[in-house]
């Protein structure tokens, strides 16, 4: 089933029963929605979504409606009016609709900008003294890949470009909290800037070495491990990413040919116009702060590296575009 | 038909000298509206305020068996864009 269908099953199956999308659908419809919601609201259900069906921890790439449990429980001691069935037809929706029953543990209010031990994606990071950002991978060298090392913006890690390696990384940044003794890494390299006339650039990044590579994880909260490397989406897809400022949010990609100025800090002093192009405009899915965050597909395959954004609008780099000017790949070693 | 080729080659061509224009932020290509025919595609404006512009209704590229192309342009207001 595609994912237009699931997401409008997920919305007839959760809404209240005097929404406008309940009331005007058909009977049967109606008849059948209001049989599930005995467990599709059921007390153990605290969230629902659209996502990879899980099958023996393993993702299986087929698009489901999840329903997310705190714990699973064995089947005797749920109700049977709230036991979630493995499928559930709508009239409205052709096909039937899969569904996956998933555990998340408790649900809590989840702050990106506190410190995380171990170390894992999603949350701030910054230089010393720097501006927060979000640190979006776990990363390695192609010859060294086991290695782990954190990947983020260079405008993050790297004051756009002009922080020498071997600057003290901190988890969290400064403006989050985290002092010296918060060092989780120092700056390996950053990409080039090329303030040229034309359209040179092609991604904003930097990688750190982490200090204690044992203490690295690289779950993203709410995405999971990357389901390894994928495609650019194209137009009307929806990615998703998890940062330091706006947590797990998703947006529609626009546009994969964006092209745009932005003024940078020139290395020699004062300030020079970078040309990017090639870069994907997505709906809005963030905000200061989630800089460095990985963008991936529904599927859990990473394809982005989150940089900039406007009031109406986010932008990430190809991963690459990320990938081939820093000689990295995801980090193999933590799964 | 405008294809995703002739949109790219007015990028190409065009992207620099777009951008010049003080309230231009972005260029890049978006699917044609229902209001636009013979194009797949269109180059797509985006600008940082929602100001007056000069950017023209058709972008002309030459095509490769020779004449003219006019790529449709449409302009979308953005927002002012920044390293996050």
């Known amino acids: 089933m595609n994912e237009d ?193 034309g359209f040179n650039n092609l991604c904003d990044a930097a990688i750190a070495s982490v200090t204690n590579r044992l203490n690295v994880k690289p779950d993203i909260p709410l995405i999971g491990v990357p389901n390894g490397v994928g495609a650019i989406p194209i137009p009307g897809t929806q990615v998703q990413k998890t940062g330091r400022t706006t947590g797990h949010t998703t947006g529609l990609v626009k546009d994969v040919h964006y092209r745009t100025f932005m003024s940078y800090p020139r290395p020699g002093g004062g300030w020079g116009t970078l040309g990017f192009r090639d870069q994907v405009l997505c709906e809005k899915y963030s905000d200061g702060g989630d800089s460095g965050s990985l963008v991936c597909d529904m599927q859990g395959r990473a394809v982005g590296l989150h940089w900039a954004g406007s009031t109406s609008t986010s932008v990430f780099s190809p991963l690459a575009f990320v990938f081939s000017a820093l000689n990295v790949e995801l980090w193999r070693g933590g799964v | 038909l405008i294809t995703n080729a002739a949109c790219i080659k007015a990028l190409d061509l065009y992207s620099d000298r777009l951008l010049q224009q003080s309230n231009v932020q972005g260029v890049g290509i978006g699917r044609a509206p229902s209001d636009v025919v013979d194009s797949e595609c269109v180059i797509m404006v985006y600008l940082a305020e929602d100001l007056p512009t000069d950017v023209p209704d058709y972008l002309e590229v030459p095509c490769e068996g020779g004449g003219i192309q006019r790529v449709p342009v449409r302009v979308t207001v953005q927002g002012p864009l920044r390293p996050e």
């Open chain 1, 5 to 197: 269908d699931l997401a409008l099953a997920q919305e007839l199956l959760t809404l209240p029963p005097d929404a406008p999308q309940v009331q005007s659908a058909d009977p049967d419809t109606q008849a059948a929605i209001d049989r599930a919601r005995s467990w599709s609201a059921g007390p153990d259900v605290i969230g629902t979504g659209v996502a990879s069906k899980i099958t023996s921890g393993s993702n299986t790439n087929e698009l489901v409606l999840k329903l997310y449990v705190t714990e699973k429980l064995p089947e005797r001691l749920i109700p049977r009016e709230q036991r979630i069935p493995s499928s559930v037809e709508l009239p409205a929706i052709p096909g039937t609709i899969e569904t996956d029953v998933e555990a998340i543990g408790p649900q809590e209010l989840q702050l990106l900008s506190s410190r995380i031990r171990p170390l894992v994606p999603g949350y701030s990071v910054g230089r010393l003294g720097g501006s927060p950002g979000t640190l979006g991978a776990i990363v390695a060298k192609v010859n060294a890949p086991l290695n782990p090392l954190l990947l983020s913006n260079s405008h993050v890690l790297a004051q756009y470009g002009l922080a020498p390696p071997g600057m003290i990384i901190l988890q969290p940044a400064s403006r989050d909290g985290g002092g010296e003794a918060d060092s989780i890494a120092t700056l390996l390299e950053s990409t080039p800037f090329d303030f040229n006339p």
